[in-house]
């Protein structure tokens, strides 16, 4: 589907933006050890309202470095602080790239453990994009692509034609990007890529 039309308008107030971003780090940096034991699992990601509205905009590269950095410097001060408490535990930054301020570092621990393992199908293909960012830490991590996979059946494709949610353009558009396809005896489930994501993680130490 096409981004919205506003991708291409001028964002203003960037050394804000930056500074919010700092500010944002310096919170999430701690990660809450407490709510990690008693839920099992645990994520943050941009919380500003601010930061939400920049998903309709094109997003310079010079501002998307300093969000992986961000969520890079998030990711192994999390990691000293799980590794201290002695459990296997699941830990990563998933960076999206349509959502891309929708990115996040994730954990879970325990009964959860595999909890997130199963959100994102994970695809051959091994782009070395985060090479791009000049970013030692995040380089520093192996990172897996994957993406988020959704689903329509053709009810859903009428109900949205019927009511004008979408257009037949729209829907022939959404088709042309399904990976796979089940039928069954009652409909036909078609199922998109969503959204890229790269995982990224450090190996474990022995």
């Given at each position: 589907?096409k981004r919205?039309s506003?991708?291409?308008?001028?964002?203003?107030?960037w050394?804000?933006?930056?500074?919010?971003i700092?500010?944002?780090?310096?919170?999430?940096?701690?990660?809450?050890?407490q709510?990690l034991?008693r839920n099992q699992?645990i994520?943050?990601?941009?919380?500003?309202s601010?930061?939400?509205s920049?998903?309709r905009?094109?997003?310079?590269?010079?501002y998307?470095?300093h969000?992986?950095q961000?969520?890079?410097d998030?990711?192994?001060?999390w990691?000293?602080?799980?590794?201290?408490?002695?459990t296997?535990?699941?830990?990563k930054?998933?960076l999206?790239d349509?959502?891309?301020?929708?990115?996040?570092?994730?954990?879970?621990i325990?009964?959860?453990?595999?909890?997130?393992?199963k959100?994102?199908?994970l695809?051959?293909?091994?782009?070395?994009?985060?090479?791009s960012?000049?970013l030692?830490?995040a380089?520093?991590?192996s990172?897996?692509?994957?993406?988020?996979?959704?689903?329509?059946?053709?009810?859903e494709?009428?109900?949205?034609l019927l009511?004008?949610?979408?257009?037949?353009?729209?829907?022939?558009?959404?088709k042309?990007?399904?990976y796979k396809?089940?039928?069954?005896?009652s409909?036909?489930?078609?199922w998109?890529?969503?959204d890229?994501?790269?995982l990224?993680?450090?190996?474990r130490?022995?």
């Amino acid at each position: 589907m096409k981004r919205y039309s506003q991708s291409k308008k001028k964002i203003r107030g960037w050394k804000r933006r930056v500074r919010e971003i700092e500010r944002w780090k310096k919170v999430a940096m701690n990660v809450d050890s407490q709510s990690l034991e008693r839920n099992q699992r645990i994520y943050v990601k941009f919380w500003s309202s601010s930061f939400y509205s920049l998903d309709r905009y094109e997003l310079p590269k010079w501002y998307k470095q300093h969000v992986v950095q961000a969520l890079a410097d998030i990711y192994f001060s999390w990691k000293q602080t799980i590794e201290e408490m002695g459990t296997p535990y699941y830990l990563k930054i998933w960076l999206f790239d349509h959502s891309f301020m929708q990115s996040q570092v994730v954990a879970s621990i325990g009964e959860a453990l595999s909890f997130y393992e199963k959100t994102f199908e994970l695809s051959k293909n091994r782009e070395k994009w985060i090479i791009s960012y000049n970013l030692n830490e995040a380089a520093d991590l192996s990172w897996e692509t994957g993406f988020l996979p959704g689903s329509w059946t053709e009810e859903e494709f009428r109900e949205g034609l019927l009511n004008g949610w979408y257009t037949a353009k729209e829907i022939k558009e959404i088709k042309k990007s399904v990976y796979k396809i089940e039928k069954s005896e009652s409909t036909t489930i078609y199922w998109i890529k969503e959204d890229t994501v790269w995982l990224g993680s450090e190996a474990r130490r022995n």
